[in-house]
């Protein structure tokens, strides 16, 4: 709409326009309706910005005094802690509880254009509707020229280091999906440009005397660990202990499976022994039993190897219960229990083995199962099952 | 579950056989008293005549039994506690009490096979056996009772009767000629016509007992009567092989008139079994199973039950078998379990190619947890 | 906001002319007057007073005056909104006006209290939202959902602090010698009680938990002779805790603290003396009623000691001294939860005895 009057009107607009709004009326002049919504959203964005962040600051220092901290103190993390203490919020979607955030940062973002003098967009590449993700692809061709030429007159030459007249190192890491891109460059594009920006990339990181650009690559590069956290559904892969005592190194970490929770311990160098809840593993008589808990094993190929301590509980054990009522005595099921203990176990085995998580994760062992027993309804004999209807 | 290709099959076969001969099975009953012989972890033979005339077709599990048809030949696993039977049965001696042991572990950890075992190396030192499938039986699965005319308010089994005497008999075959020099110390009045004298051979009371149902519960009293009587005159040495054992004190089937259930002390059997378990004989050997099935709830799938003796005998047979020597069975350990693998990759037992591989030795020793119930269950269908 | 004034129109109408003259007084009669010398006679034959043709209002519509105001024919004249005053004298939120160096923010908040928008001066903001990115949490002002959720803004560190001093007058130290030595608390103070009390946001100070006593009595202090003590335990069933030898009473059938408290009295004291009191019957006390199983005197022994005697002459090594360990690992075996490590131990033991490998 906007893209559409600019064009329309460009020719009409004038410098004075977009300088200020409020002495329009000594200029009766034509100005495109987008480009006046525009200028008023703008304006009017950058005052409501400066109040909420004198706002903020004025809160920040409230909260120092409340919390009685010295206001250079109290960081956002700081902030965090206080508000947490003074709103307590069992909220579970951490998107619903209280913040108190910079303005900048939770405020969605006022995107600004750029004008030359006459009020035209600036840059020819406006035109072409997604002037940055072009931008970066002309920037990277001047870039695979420069390198190509750079490495040219140096190839022989003893004038540089060897090492500049190399591929660029790009090992660990991965090119940035198209989200991230889009959030970087804050513009829309297509997967079809994404396609070809990532194949200039390639191109100019293939190239020998690539490492000149190293810095400009890696600003489109991510750590590829990163990407394999980010992925996992529930509790993430643990941090490796070493046992003071023994040693050895463990890993430990809480995961549950429909109402079992369970807390799992692996320690590297063992025998393959289990011991949940003082249960071996011959106490479980199912080979369905026995074959979930083994599972991360089998698949990680390092059987034996992996000693698992677990304990288990039930959750709905634990919750409060009405007064002067019977706390209810239940306990994990012939799959469910083996199965929380399965997803602790592969948690662990990817932290103790790291060659490991591709297969685990790939397998669907490192997920967490969210499903959950249904409420029975009222009125109703189960959560869908209903009494039988009869006729009088 | 054995299908794999004809070729293949074929090549095995010849693979096996021509390791066969490299094996290292041991005969033991073709050694008879070189116990010495026989290694801890080494797999033995019992020769196919040798355990049909033990019955042990019945008296081994039905999954062991199963294999032996199969494979057309019984190779069993020498353990510990056979060793420690072996050694105990060694000591026995005629001024020495009857040594009375009590095997006992968790599920499927070869307590009725060492049990076997014990009863198959007595044979080859000729022993007498007495050898009882499962005490279970005499409490649970009475078919038909009837009254006791000799004690009254005792109840006669005499089904199970006559399959105690007929298993007797079959299986002491070896030591048949023996007991037939062995002679009664008086008489025996089963009934107004029936009666045998004194100084009759005891194989007289077996064969009494056999033609004779309604007189084969007093029999089995007779003939254990007699049995302990002449052990301790050191005419014959015997072992007493009961398998769960426990049962003797645990709960019955058994109702009486007033349709209550009777205690297994009002049952013939138990107690004839139960006076041959007391050690006031000498020269013999008891050898009792203590197995979890007694008490256990098989439709618990959860629960994990003690499987230790005080719990399965419970405080009055606990006390009654005391002082006994608890001999524990457990689990494989991993050159056992490669023993066995070794022997079932020979005899082409297991036949799937992932079974054979490296990680199939690894996962089949790990997903059975190293029991030896579970390792069979998996090598069969694999 | 702008107005637009100077209402000419109004002024020119007959309405406030006839309004001004009533005012003047003079004046509007002689308007009549003239008018009725006019043209146009005021009454008609009949007497009637003139009446007009209504064409069209007698004063500037509202297009002339803007018409004049564009091109600057007429006056403007800027008028104060008319709920001016109404306005002025709503306060603004009194968070805006507050100073964070010089007030106390205990005295703006001193108790619980709902979360109250005008008062909290911070920009707490709250609420979820399918796309955090495309929008930013609900603010404090009429928010709902921070109404709901408890607040400790009254319990801040200052506040706990100056709560703290504040009753710290009415507070003695504990008593430094229990400190010191823990395990002389049982000997000192053999009976603790324990109880909780209950406090609620709303206006209700009562809860039905809160009459709950629990009485911890160390039953060592009781000073109990073997047989009551055994009478003692019978009597008290589960509450005894055979471990660290302390009784728990909890009493919760009356309505009231005090009576729980007292019945919990009652209940030692009535435990005490039927445990010291000896029945008849107490004298036909068997060996099987014992508590514990006695390994002295009991048929394993008889049985122990006849076998080894036998074996002996039967030539096997057994160790007749270590039938006194047997029996204390015999009377742990009976008398304590089987494991399979106690079973273990039983069979080496008796190994051992019997002289057996």
Redesign the interface.
Known sequence: MLRIALTRSSRAMSVASQASASDSETSVRKIGKALETYLKNSQQHVAMMEKHRAEFETGRRHLAKMMSLDIHELDQAAIDRAIQYLFPSGLTDPNARPVMRPPDEILPKFQRFTFDEEGKPEGTRFFTLNPKIYGLLSEIGVKTQSVMKFYDEHVGSRSVNRSDLEPANLSGSQWITADKMKKKLSEKFTNELYGQVIIAFEHLASLPGSAIEQKFLSEFREPMTASTGSKLFGPAIPEVKVCAETNRRYAEVTTHCKDTRATVKVTDAGKGTFNIDGLQLHDFRHLQAREILLAPMIISQTLGRFDVTATTECISNTLPEAPNREPFKRSGGMSALPRAVRHGTALCVAALHPESIEPLRLSGLLTLDPRKNERSKVNQPGARAKWIWKRR | MKTCGRVFFHNARRLAAHKFTFTEVRYLSAQPKAESNIEVGSLSEIQMSVAKHLNLKTHLPSPLSKQMDTLGELVTLIRDPMM?IA??MR?V?K???ALRLVL?G???TGKTVTLNQAVHHAYTNNWVIVHLRSAMDLTRRVKEIEMSSFVPGRINDPSNAVAVLQNFKQQNQHVWKTLGELFTERDYEWSKSERTAQGKPITEIIEMGITAPFLASDCVGALFRELRRHAKDGKLKALVAVDDANSLWGKTLVKRADRTYAPPSDLTLVVHFRRLIA?DWTNGCVLMVADKKEVADARD??G?S?H????LFGEEGF?FV???????TT?YTESETNTLYDYYVRKNWLASKSARTE?GR??L???????PY?YE??CAFN | MHRLTHVTARNKSTLADKLRSAVGGSDYGKTKQSFAGGSISAKDEQGEDFRELYVMPKRKLRGQTQLEQATGRAEYKTRSRFDLIDRLSERPPRSEEMDPEKQKWSDVWPAARTFAASVVPLPVRMGSRPNPEKRAPFKKEGNLELVKIPNFLHLTPVAIQQHCEAIKKFCTPFPPELLANESSSSSILPISVQYSTYIHQGTNIRDIRSRVVTMIVHVDSLKLSDSAMEKFIRLAGNRYDEKNRKLTIITDRCHTRKQNLDYAHYLLTVLYHEANKVEQWAEMKDRSDNLKVEFEGSSTKTKLVDLIEKAKTAGLESDEKSIEKFGEMWKTYRNSEETVEATREYGRQMKKLLGIN
């Open positions: 420690e050694s105990c000591v001696d001024t020495l009490p006992w968790a599920f499927g050690n799938e959860l994990v003690r230790t003796p005080l719990e006390e005391e002082p006994f020597l608890p001999i524990e689990n990680e690894k996962q020793m790990h997903l059975s947890a190293f029991n579970y269950r998996l």
